[in-house]
Each structure stands twice: as C-alpha cells, then as structure tokens.
C-alpha cells in the first residue's frame, strides 16, 4: 500500500460531480488503505468555467493539483481535453458517482 492525496470533485451536497465544473473539492489524504484526513474546499470551478476561456481554467485547475501533491482524482465525468491535462500531470483519474468518502474510500483500498 502507498500514500496517496485523492482530489474529488463534489457538488455542496458531498456528490461527485464533473472535475471541470465542481464548486468544491475534497483532498483525502491517505495511508496504506486508510483514510487519515479530508479538506473539503469551496473552489467554484463551476463559476470559473463559464468565465475564463478552456485553456486558462485547465491551466488553473493543474496549479491545484499541483499544489496539492494529487496523486489521484475522482470525479463523475471530464471532458477529453481534461482528460489529457491529468494524464500529462501524472495524475490518475477516477471515474465514479456517488457519495465521495465512498469512492475515495475504494480507490484507498485499491492501491
């Protein structure tokens, strides 16, 4: 098992919700399949991308994850532009939906 800092994109309810468009995230910071702590941030993501143009918003989300040390993001969708941004980070993406402590929680264990 491995330390991970998992990005998840979430709605105010704690749902996932597409990477791009998220008005909050959580960072759970892991270890060895377990969840040691979560942040939940208000980053309004959703607002962002109806105001700066595609490359600057991916260029601003990136600087968070890089931030962040993230070493893997769950997220309910994200478009293929976005999709390539994480991949070129090195980050792994997960594609789920649900409640986010859940999914982080699988994607701890699986590591």
Partial sequence: MTDMIIVAAIDYDGLLTGIGRAPKVAIAKTSNGTITSVEEKEVKWDEAHEKEQEGLHHSNLAKFFI?????????????????HMIERLGIKLHIASGYYRDAIASIAKEK
């Fill in 67 to 83: 931030a962040n040390k993230t070493t893997d993001i769950v997220a309910a969708g994200a478009g293929p532009d976005m999709q």
